[in-house]
Every structure is written in structure tokens, then in C-alpha cells.
């Protein structure tokens, strides 16, 4: 119930008009702060979502598979440049956006964390970071403006900053070979 | 849990009759001895320096203020702290972990060939006029080649060093499958495994400035250099601030006959510490231009995030203080002030360092505000803060560790006599660098610059009215000068001339009642990710910025 309550209140935090203009003012931290940030307050109401619809998570999301391919199919269309002008300048996809990153992804995410098995985190893991990686070489390396709301320095800065998170999926993805697991959970 | 128990009463007791395996004493007692020749030679030119402040002494044509300045930097700040460390964490590792293998003792004994080569490459340019480029060496000032490729070196010895305290931690953990890490070990993992992630800043930096001191290119970028140079400086400097806590968490306790407050909290702090500090670096360039507002902005709170777990330590070490106190019979909300060890050497040190942070932590902190900052930037306060720091909360507690670190490593004991001189060097060191960094605290928000050999500039009115605090500063440099001869006599007398014996290494035990460690405290993959995370929160938009809107850099200049 707190952690419903946190999540809530970041929530609310991240949509209040001057946060979401600072926040979307500079491309890196539109993608990599804000739109986690948001992922992240849905993974916190998710118990408290799971406590009142028992049957429904049951329901829809058994094994885990269409949470966390619903998941996937969010994050991919936040990464196409193109949604994220449109959310900068057509009202009702930023509202999408305040709706499907929480309750599209981080719900879902959460909820199927648990219930896919091993390789299927290891899928996830693994296509999370060579997506990531693509979109590294695209922003950094594509010679045209890719979104109009933002300039190319800060394109090439955004490239980096997916190098980076493909970087530390990478390292945590090849870690737990290394370290056993019940070791430290 | 039972053979555990068992297993560590039985390490406890073979500890206790063999002592420290010689082989794994003779790595730590020779990069121990190795730090404080090297504070001595250091201290010396602290001496001279201060001297020169004060305006007494003229120094030489072929051996000027900026040679003594940069030798001092680097011999004390890198140096010799990073010998200690490796020193103290390999004797601990040591002792925690039922001796080291023979795979980490090869890697010490590497890194230790690689720093010597260092130091040397480096104070070689130095005492030649080569490299007067502080120990900060910011381009566009050009030193000789080789001065980089003696701090690749250095950063090579590190490298190593941490290599063989992981390589010995994991082979333990094999070993003892379910069991934590020794605190004791788990703050040397973290001490190195921060100090790596600092010191790839640096590595990057010194591999552009090769090609260029060598000629094969002819500009570098200077906000870059500065940028990636304060990524290591920062760093190293809370590396240091690290190893000074581990001994406070660990050591302290069992000296004033307590016991550990928290074993979560002290995990709590080195990992917070890993993930935390590397971007806290930017704050030393927060007057720099080419840095956007925004960017300072952000890192106002990347700076100050570093302060709390400094704040969970002084809570610790108040709570530890209070509860050995009241164990011996305290009273009243401050009874147990007074039954604190205050005429053992082991506590007083390390005591006076903790004070000494709260001062220095709030001079820390004022310093990551822009317009404070603009105010002292380049002012002697900025000296009397590192002083502090690095000089009082960091070299105090290095030195009360020395009183019962060497006295273990070489099988002798500690007697009175030398206890009282402990205390004497103690109080001299103290009472010295009031009056040093107290009087450059001071002259700083005066105006008198730092970096800068004694000068009246003209007789102007103002240059000399900082001149009686100089002469502060001159006589707590000559104080300070003589508890390092003092500290260098101790170190050496407990290494070879002390009576022999048993002297214990002191591990505090955990409360009877103290909750388990939660496993996820070595969740090491994770930590490493979160921090590489925080480094590219912080780094990514302004180096991005340095190197693509970067101005046409500049060609090297000797100013000396």
C-alpha cells in the first residue's frame, strides 16, 4: 500500500507542467529519465493494482508472455523518434504517453517479471540491449534531425546514453553467469 | 550456521596463535613502509612550501614553489595514500579472510612495481622542470610525455592492486558458499572497486594527453581533460575519505570496548558510496566555463547526495560512542563523553579525524554552491578544505591505524612510552593544521590565491595585509612538519625496535541481538550497473556537449 501510495505520488510528480517541461526540455532526459521514471511509478501501484484484480492479472497475463510482450511493444514505440515529438506537440499522445508507460509497461512488466522462467528473461535481456544498441548507432550516426523538437547535438547525446544503458544491460545480463544467484536474494 | 561458528572461532584462535602469515605481512609492511617514507619526503616539501608562504624562505631557481607544489600534491595525495590503502585493505583482507592466496600476493607485488615505476617516472620530471603542472596537471599546461606515462602507471598499479583483493574475495566466497563477506573485506571491495571506476576518467584523459605532449597532436581539449581529470580527483579523494571509514566501522569500535552499530548500515554506506561519487567530481568545476547553468544545476545534487552516507556514518559513530559509554557505567544525555579512551592513541587519532570532518564535510558542501564557490574558487580556502580532509579526517586516521596495524604485522607491541608519543604527534598534528588550515581558510576569503609562490605584488595594500595569516600558516606548516618526523619515527620504531609480542587486529563484533545482513548488501553486478548508471546520468549530456561543440583546443603552453 506505501509503495502504491510512492508510486502514486511520483506519479502525479511527473505530470505536473513544469516538471514534464523540464523533464522533455532536453532529449536525453525526455527518454531516459522521464519515460523510466514513469515505467518505474507503475511498477510500484502494480501490487496494489494486483491486490485488487486478483482475476484479471490472472486472467490475461498467466504465464507472464503477453504482460511482458505488451511491455516490449510499449518501450519500442517510445524509442521511434517520431512518438516523441508527437508527444511534444499533439496534446493527446502526451496524455498516451502519461497512460501507457505506467500502466502499459510498468504494470505488465512487473507482474510478468515473476512468472516468465529464466530464458525468457534472458530473451528479454538480451533484445533489450541489441535494441538499445541499434538505437545508439541510429542516434548517434544518423546525419539527419530525427525529431524536430530536438537538435542534433543532442541526438548524437542520446545515442550515447542508449550505448551506455546497452552497455549496463550487457554487464548485468553476462554477471549473473559469473555469481550465484542464491547467494544474494 | 553451526560450523560457522565453529569455523570462524577456530580461524579466530589459529589467528591468535600464529599470527599474520609472514607472506602477507611482508606485502603490507613494505607498501606501509614505502607510504610513510613517502609522507616524510612529502612532508618535507609541505614544509618548504609553507615556509615560502609565509615569506622566510627563498626557494631556489632549479628547485622553485611549482616543482615542490606538484611533488607535494601527488606524493601525498596519490601516493601515499594509495600505498597505505593497499597496504592496510591487504592486511585486513588478510586477516579476515584467513590469508591471502598466492594469486592476490602476486598481484600486490606487481602493483607495487608498477607504482614504484610510476612515482619515479613522475618525480623525475618534476625535480627536472619537466612537469610543474601540479598535481592536477589541467592542459593546456604540457608536461613531459613521460609525466603521463608515469601516472598511466600509477593507474596500472591500482588496477592491479583492486584485481587481486577481487580475485581474493571470490575465491573466498567459493569457499565459504553462503556466507557473507568480513565487513572488513567488503569495504575493500568497495574501496577498490570505486577507485577503478575513477580512475577510468583519468586513464582516458592521460591517453590524450601522450599523443599530444609527445607532438603527434597538436591541441587538446582542455574542458574535456578537466572534465575527465575531476572524475578521478573527486573520486579518490572520497576513495581515501572510504578507507578512513572502513577503519572507524571496523576497528574503532573494539578499541573503545564496543561493539558494531550496524553491519547493514556500514554495507549501506559503501555501496551507496560506489554508486554515488564518480559525477560528484563536477563540482570542482563549477565555476568552469562551457558548462551549461542547467548541467551545475544537476550536479548540485549529485554532489550533495555524496553527503549522506556521511551522515549515516556520523549517526553510526555517535551511536557506537554512546552505547560503549554506557556500557562502562555513563550517565545523562553526555555522560558517556567522558568514558571514551581519550589517552589511547588508537582512539584520540582517529576521534580527532572524525571532528575534524564535521568542519571539513561543511566546507565540502558550501563549495558545491556556485555563488560560495565563486567567493573561495581559487582562494587559499580551498587549500585549508583539503587540508582538512585529505590532511586531518583522512592522514589521522591513516596514522591511528598505524599504531596497532604495524605493531600486528611485525609481531611487536605497542608500549606506553610510545602511546604517549602518539598522543604528543596526535595534538602537534591537530594544533598545526589549526593554525594552517584555519589561517588559509581564512586568507582565502581575503583574496590570496593558491598556486602561487609568495609575492607582496608591488607592496599592493591588500597582498600585504594577508601576510600575518601567512605567517600562520608558515608556523602550523612547521608544527605539522615535525609531527610527520615524529609519525615517521613511530611507524619505523614499531616496525623494528618495539618489544615483541602479540598485538591483536581489531574486528568489532555485531551486537547479540543484531538483525542478519540481508544477502542483496553483495548484489556486486548490480551495484557495478547502478553506478556505470549514475556515471552516465551525470556525464553523457555535458561531455557530449565538450566534444562536439568543442572550440578548437589548444596547443601546449609551459609557464614555468
Same mark, same amino acid.
Given at each position: 500500500?506505501?509503495?502504491?501510495?510512492?508510486?502514486?505520488?511520483?506519479?502525479?510528480?511527473?505530470?505536473?507542467?513544469?516538471?514534464?517541461?523540464?523533464?522533455?526540455?532536453?532529449?536525453?532526459?525526455?527518454?531516459?529519465?522521464?519515460?523510466?521514471?514513469?515505467?518505474?511509478?507503475?511498477?510500484?501501484?502494480?501490487?496494489?493494482?494486483?491486490?485488487?484484480?486478483?482475476?484479471?492479472?490472472?486472467?490475461?497475463?498467466?504465464?507472464?508472455?503477453?504482460?511482458?510482450?505488451?511491455?516490449?511493444?510499449?518501450?519500442?514505440?517510445?524509442?521511434?523518434?517520431?512518438?516523441?515529438?508527437?508527444?511534444?506537440?499533439?496534446?493527446?499522445?502526451?496524455?498516451?504517453?502519461?497512460?501507457?508507460?505506467?500502466?502499459?509497461?510498468?504494470?505488465?512488466?512487473?507482474?510478468?517479471?515473476?512468472?516468465?522462467?529464466?530464458?525468457?528473461?534472458?530473451?528479454?535481456?538480451?533484445?533489450?540491449?541489441?535494441?538499445?544498441?541499434?538505437?545508439?548507432?541510429?542516434?548517434?550516426?544518423?546525419?539527419?534531425?530525427?525529431?524536430?523538437?530536438?537538435?542534433?547535438?543532442?541526438?548524437?547525446?542520446?545515442?550515447?546514453?542508449?550505448?551506455?544503458?546497452?552497455?549496463?544491460?550487457?554487464?548485468?545480463?553476462?554477471?549473473?553467469?559469473?555469481?550465484?544467484?542464491?547467494?544474494?536474494? | 550456521?553451526?560450523?560457522?561458528?565453529?569455523?570462524?572461532?577456530?580461524?579466530?584462535?589459529?589467528?591468535?596463535?600464529?599470527?599474520?602469515?609472514?607472506?602477507?605481512?611482508?606485502?603490507?609492511?613494505?607498501?606501509?613502509?614505502?607510504?610513510?617514507?613517502?609522507?616524510?619526503?612529502?612532508?618535507?616539501?609541505?614544509?618548504?612550501?609553507?615556509?615560502?608562504?609565509?615569506?622566510?624562505?627563498?626557494?631556489?631557481?632549479?628547485?622553485?614553489?611549482?616543482?615542490?607544489?606538484?611533488?607535494?600534491?601527488?606524493?601525498?595525495?596519490?601516493?601515499?595514500?594509495?600505498?597505505?590503502?593497499?597496504?592496510?585493505?591487504?592486511?585486513?583482507?588478510?586477516?579476515?579472510?584467513?590469508?591471502?592466496?598466492?594469486?592476490?600476493?602476486? !598481484? *600486490?607485488?606487481?602493483?607495487?612495481?608498477? %607504482?614504484?615505476? /610510476?612515482?619515479?617516472? &613522475?618525480?623525475?620530471? =618534476?625535480? @627536472?622542470?619537466?612537469?610543474?603542472?601540479?598535481?592536477?596537471?589541467?592542459?593546456?599546461?604540457?608536461?613531459?610525455?613521460?609525466?603521463?606515462?608515469?601516472?598511466?602507471?600509477?593507474?596500472?598499479?591500482?588496477?592491479?592492486?583492486?584485481?587481486?583483493?577481487?580475485?581474493?574475495?571470490?575465491?573466498?566466497?567459493?569457499?565459504?558458499?553462503?556466507?557473507?563477506?568480513?565487513?572488513?573485506?567488503? !569495504? *575493500?571491495?568497495?574501496?577498490?572497486?570505486? %577507485?577503478?571506476? /575513477?580512475?577510468?576518467? &583519468?586513464?582516458?584523459? =592521460?591517453? @590524450?594527453?601522450?599523443?599530444?605532449?609527445?607532438?603527434?597532436?597538436?591541441?587538446?581539449?582542455?574542458?574535456?581533460?578537466?572534465?575527465?581529470?575531476?572524475?578521478?580527483?573527486?573520486?579518490?579523494?572520497?576513495?581515501?575519505?572510504?578507507?578512513?571509514?572502513?577503519?572507524?566501522?571496523?576497528?574503532?569500535?573494539?578499541?573503545?570496548?564496543?561493539?558494531?552499530?550496524?553491519?547493514?548500515?556500514?554495507?549501506?554506506?559503501?555501496?551507496?558510496?560506489?554508486?554515488?561519487?564518480?559525477?560528484?567530481?563536477?563540482?570542482?568545476?563549477?565555476?568552469?566555463?562551457?558548462?551549461?547553468?542547467?548541467?551545475?544545476?544537476?550536479?548540485?545534487?549529485?554532489?550533495?547526495?555524496?553527503?549522506?552516507?556521511?551522515?549515516?556514518?556520523?549517526?553510526?559513530?555517535?551511536?557506537?560512542?554512546?552505547?560503549?559509554?554506557?556500557?562502562?557505567?555513563?550517565?545523562?544525555?553526555?555522560?558517556?563523553?567522558?568514558?571514551?579512551?581519550?589517552?589511547?592513541?588508537?582512539?584520540?587519532?582517529?576521534?580527532?579525524?572524525?571532528?575534524?570532518?564535521?568542519?571539513?564535510?561543511?566546507?565540502?558542501?558550501?563549495?558545491?554552491?556556485?555563488?560560495?564557490?565563486?567567493?573561495?574558487?581559487?582562494?587559499?580556502?580551498?587549500?585549508?578544505?583539503?587540508?582538512?580532509?585529505?590532511?586531518?579526517?583522512?592522514?589521522?586516521?591513516?596514522?591511528?591505524?598505524?599504531?596497532?596495524?604495524?605493531?600486528?604485522?611485525?609481531?611487536?607491541?605497542?608500549?606506553?612510552?610510545?602511546?604517549?608519543?602518539?598522543?604528543?604527534?596526535?595534538?602537534?598534528?591537530?594544533?598545526?593544521?589549526?593554525?594552517?588550515?584555519?589561517?588559509?581558510?581564512?586568507?582565502?576569503?581575503?583574496?590570496?590565491?593558491?598556486?602561487?609562490?609568495?609575492?607582496?605584488?608591488?607592496?599592493?595594500?591588500?597582498?600585504?595585509?594577508?601576510?600575518?595569516?601567512?605567517?600562520?600558516?608558515?608556523?602550523?606548516?612547521?608544527?605539522?612538519?615535525?609531527?610527520?618526523?615524529?609519525?615517521?619515527?613511530?611507524?619505523?620504531?614499531?616496525?623494528?625496535?618495539?618489544?615483541?609480542?602479540?598485538?591483536?587486529?581489531?574486528?568489532?563484533?555485531?551486537?547479540?541481538?543484531?538483525?542478519?545482513?540481508?544477502?542483496?548488501?553483495?548484489?556486486?553486478?548490480?551495484?557495478?550497473?547502478?553506478?556505470?548508471?549514475?556515471?552516465?546520468?551525470?556525464?553523457?549530456?555535458?561531455?557530449?556537449?565538450?566534444?562536439?561543440?568543442?572550440?578548437?583546443?589548444?596547443?601546449?603552453?609551459?609557464?614555468?
Amino acid at each position: 500500500m506505501r509503495q502504491a501510495m510512492y508510486g502514486l505520488v511520483l506519479y502525479v510528480f511527473l505530470m505536473l507542467p513544469p516538471v514534464a517541461n523540464l523533464a522533455e526540455s532536453v532529449m536525453t532526459i525526455h527518454m531516459h529519465m522521464q519515460m523510466p521514471l514513469f515505467v518505474i511509478a507503475g511498477m510500484l501501484m502494480t501490487p496494489f493494482l494486483k491486490q485488487q484484480f486478483p482475476r484479471f492479472f490472472a486472467k490475461w497475463n498467466s504465464n507472464g508472455v503477453p504482460g511482458i510482450i505488451l511491455f516490449m511493444i510499449v518501450v519500442i514505440y517510445w524509442m521511434i523518434p517520431r512518438t516523441m515529438d508527437e508527444a511534444l506537440t499533439i496534446q493527446a499522445i502526451e496524455i498516451f504517453k502519461f497512460i501507457s508507460l505506467p500502466f502499459l509497461a510498468g504494470v505488465p512488466l512487473r507482474d510478468s517479471w515473476k512468472k516468465i522462467r529464466l530464458v525468457g528473461k534472458n530473451i528479454i535481456f538480451v533484445t533489450l540491449s541489441v535494441i538499445c544498441g541499434f538505437m545508439a548507432w541510429l542516434y548517434i550516426f544518423s546525419p539527419e534531425q530525427l525529431c524536430n523538437n530536438y537538435l542534433i547535438v543532442e541526438q548524437i547525446t542520446l545515442g550515447w546514453a542508449f550505448l551506455f544503458l546497452a552497455l549496463s544491460i550487457m554487464i548485468y545480463f553476462v554477471q549473473q553467469f559469473f555469481v550465484d544467484r542464491s547467494e544474494c536474494e | 550456521m553451526e560450523t560457522a561458528v565453529l569455523k570462524e572461532t577456530f580461524m579466530d584462535k589459529t589467528n591468535k596463535k600464529l599470527g599474520v602469515n609472514p607472506e602477507d605481512a611482508l606485502v603490507s609492511k613494505v607498501y606501509l613502509s614505502l607510504a610513510f617514507i613517502l609522507l616524510l619526503v612529502g612532508g618535507t616539501l609541505g614544509l618548504l612550501q609553507g615556509l615560502n608562504r609565509a615569506g622566510l624562505l627563498q626557494l631556489p631557481v632549479w628547485l622553485n614553489y611549482y616543482q615542490i607544489l606538484t611533488a607535494h600534491g601527488i606524493l601525498l595525495v596519490v601516493a601515499f595514500t594509495t600505498l597505505f590503502m593497499t597496504g592496510y585493505f591487504y592486511a585486513g583482507v588478510s586477516h579476515t579472510l584467513g590469508g591471502l592466496t598466492s594469486k592476490a600476493r602476486k !598481484f *600486490a607485488w606487481s602493483a607495487l612495481a608498477s %607504482l614504484l615505476v /610510476g612515482t619515479v617516472m &613522475i618525480m623525475t620530471t =618534476v625535480v @627536472m622542470g619537466e612537469a610543474s603542472v601540479m598535481y592536477t596537471f589541467y592542459p593546456p599546461m604540457q608536461a613531459s610525455p613521460w609525466f603521463y606515462i608515469g601516472l598511466v602507471f600509477l593507474a596500472l598499479g591500482i588496477w592491479l592492486a583492486g584485481t587481486g583483493v577481487f580475485v581474493n574475495a571470490a575465491s573466498w566466497k567459493k569457499a565459504n558458499r553462503g556466507q557473507k563477506l568480513p565487513l572488513f573485506s567488503f !569495504f *575493500a571491495v568497495g574501496g577498490y572497486l570505486l %577507485l577503478i571506476l /575513477g580512475s577510468l576518467g &583519468i586513464t582516458a584523459e =592521460v591517453l @590524450m594527453l601522450i599523443p599530444w605532449a609527445f607532438g603527434w597532436t597538436e591541441t587538446v581539449n582542455v574542458m574535456l581533460s578537466r572534465t575527465l581529470f575531476w572524475a578521478f580527483g573527486h573520486t579518490a579523494v572520497n576513495v581515501w575519505y572510504l578507507v578512513a571509514v572502513s577503519a572507524w566501522y571496523v576497528a574503532i569500535p573494539k578499541i573503545i570496548g564496543g561493539k558494531t552499530f550496524s553491519d547493514v548500515l556500514a554495507r549501506v554506506v559503501v555501496i551507496l558510496s560506489v554508486i554515488l561519487n564518480v559525477p560528484g567530481g563536477f563540482h570542482h568545476q563549477i565555476i568552469d566555463p562551457g558548462i551549461t547553468q542547467s548541467v551545475k544545476f544537476m550536479h548540485v545534487f549529485m554532489s550533495l547526495s555524496i553527503a549522506l552516507p556521511s551522515l549515516l556514518t556520523a549517526f553510526a559513530m555517535f551511536a557506537i560512542f554512546e552505547r560503549a559509554g554506557r556500557k562502562k557505567g555513563a550517565t545523562g544525555l553526555l555522560g558517556w563523553f567522558k568514558k571514551l579512551p581519550w589517552k589511547d592513541v588508537r582512539f584520540l587519532a582517529p576521534m580527532i579525524a572524525m571532528i575534524t570532518f564535521i568542519p571539513a564535510g561543511a566546507g565540502g558542501i558550501a563549495q558545491t554552491n556556485n555563488q560560495l564557490n565563486q567567493t573561495v574558487h581559487n582562494s587559499l580556502w580551498v587549500v585549508g578544505h583539503f587540508h582538512l580532509t585529505v590532511g586531518v579526517t583522512v592522514a589521522l586516521t591513516f596514522f591511528g591505524i598505524a599504531y596497532w596495524l604495524i605493531p600486528y604485522l611485525s609481531k611487536r607491541v605497542m608500549t606506553a612510552r610510545l602511546n604517549k608519543l602518539g598522543l604528543i604527534q596526535t595534538w602537534l598534528w591537530a594544533i598545526g593544521m589549526l593554525f594552517m588550515s584555519g589561517s588559509m581558510h581564512w586568507v582565502g576569503l581575503l583574496g590570496s590565491p593558491r598556486r602561487t609562490s609568495f609575492s607582496t605584488y608591488g607592496d599592493n595594500a591588500t597582498a600585504l595585509s594577508w601576510d600575518p595569516y601567512l605567517m600562520f600558516l608558515g608556523i602550523g606548516g612547521t608544527l605539522l612538519f615535525a609531527g610527520v618526523v615524529l609519525m615517521v619515527y613511530i611507524v619505523f620504531h614499531l616496525m623494528f625496535r618495539a618489544p615483541k609480542g602479540h598485538t591483536e587486529f581489531p574486528i568489532a563484533e555485531e551486537e547479540e541481538n543484531a538483525s542478519p545482513t540481508p544477502k542483496w548488501t553483495e548484489r556486486w553486478g548490480l551495484w557495478i550497473v547502478l553506478a556505470i548508471a549514475v556515471i552516465s546520468m551525470g556525464y553523457v549530456i555535458p561531455i557530449v556537449d565538450m566534444i562536439v561543440n568543442a572550440p578548437p583546443g589548444s596547443p601546449g603552453f609551459k609557464t614555468w
